[in-house]
T-cell receptor, first 113, second 115 residues
């Protein structure tokens, strides 16, 4: 099965908050990431959280980490139409002396006016 | 801007041909990883290089190979292209070394189409 799991779709109204959830498997991950990908583009690092933190806030973005349940969430406050994109959760998995960012399939966020 | 650039941005190749994709990392980033992202999927790890040596490999066949150079540039080579190789290829660089987990910065990708 997938190491990182996310729901595939989320639809919200402009101005509402969006919450994108993710579960991961490797408790040794140092970094947990959220990336944004707009159509036809590469990956944009939105934010990341160290595994020894519970929460990180960065302007409209809030990341919550529950290490016990291996659950990560990204909250986008006051969601705008420009936030419509695919959001990827990623964890770093230790493999042979290196750390490999490992991605979920992505959550497609659709923001309605 | 991540400081990671990839070339070309788009490429069309014929089945059976060979292709070389290029990536230029941020200065000081000794680790580079390559990913394949098929349509509708998350990026899949191909391999990672640290200081010009392979430092981890995903579930990809040997016809996927790479090189990393001292000037922070790297290449992904794919031989005997198949239709299923059509995807967005992403490179990511980070400053961490072996056994270190550091933030990864991605390029914009190369869109490869195999016909």
């Amino acid at each position: 099965g997938e190491d990182v799991e996310q729901s595939l779709f989320l639809s919200v109204r402009e101005g509402d908050s969006s919450v994108i959830n993710c579960t991961y498997t490797d408790s040794s991950s140092t970094y947990l990431y959220w990336y944004k990908q707009e159509p036809g583009a590469g990956l944009q690092l939105l934010t990341y959280i160290f595994s020894n933190m519970d929460m990180k806030q960065d302007q409209r973005l809030t990341v919550l980490l529950n290490k016990k349940d291996k659950h990560l969430s990204l909250r986008i406050a006051d969601t705008q139409t420009g936030d419509s994109a695919i959001y990827f959760c990623a964890e770093s998995i230790a493999s042979g002396g290196s750390y490999i960012p490992t991605f979920g399939r992505g959550t497609s966020l659709i923001v309605h006016p | 801007e991540t400081g990671v650039t990839q070339s070309p941005t788009h490429l069309i190749k014929t089945r059976g041909q060979q292709v070389t994709l290029r990536c230029s990392s941020q200065s000081g980033h000794n680790t580079v990883s390559w990913y394949q992202q098929a349509l509708g999927q998350g990026p899949q790890f191909i391999f990672q290089y640290y200081r010009e040596e392979e430092n981890g490999r995903g579930n990809f066949p040997p016809r996927f190979s790479g090189l990393q150079f001292p000037n922070y540039s790297s290449e992904l080579n794919v031989n005997a292209l198949e239709l299923d190789d059509s995807a967005l290829y992403l490179c990511a660089s980070s400053w961490g070394g072996r056994g270190e987990d550091t933030e990864a910065f991605f390029g914009q990708g190369t869109r490869l189409t195999v016909v």
